[in-house]
């Protein structure tokens, strides 16, 4: 059976499991974690996961980071000006967390996303090199008054997430499901 496959199953029976009403926003955080190599297999079957959704009887919203950065970059005054001097950028990375907050809290709205309700996060591969995974995630888990579920490319090891495996990670609270979990 392939990892995807164990991990579609994997969180199936998790999200199946009664939800709590008091867990803290980092509670409500759900880690799917695989190998950074199957990312395309991943979202080849992301509706797999949206059914597994629906049948725990709870609804679905998929929100996707991939285009977030050139559509936040195309959208900047000075965008010519920062791809000629590329190192500008660094002031710029607090303004990029902020355009991803607003417009995850503006998909949130238009989806009146509840209590009952699962928001996917895609795409978070794309943050590497720009933002910290952690961060964003803090900010827009309590953003979910639901479950925020997070499709993290690369590995999770005693209780440390590391993206795309390629530099030191970090421990967070939120639950990990992994293919062989």
Known sequence: MSKIKQLVESYARHIAIPWRDDAAPAQRVIFCVYPEYTELRLRAR???????????????ALFDLTDS??????SQRYAKA???APEKLTTLWGKYEDYIVEQFTQFCEDRSVGDDDVVALAGVGTLFGFLKV???????????????????????????YRLLDAYDGWGYLAVPITADR
Request: proline share 8%.
């Open 82 to 84: 920062y791809f000629a």
């Open 69 to 74: 950065f050139p559509n936040w970059m195309g």
């Open 134 to 160: 952690k961060g964003v995630v803090d900010k827009l888990a309590p953003l979910v008054p639901g479950r925020l579920v997070v499709f993290f490319p690369g590995s999770y090891e005693d209780n440390n």
């Open 46 to 60: 992301l509706d797999e996961f949206e059914i597994a959704t629906q049948r725990a009887d709870h609804n679905w």
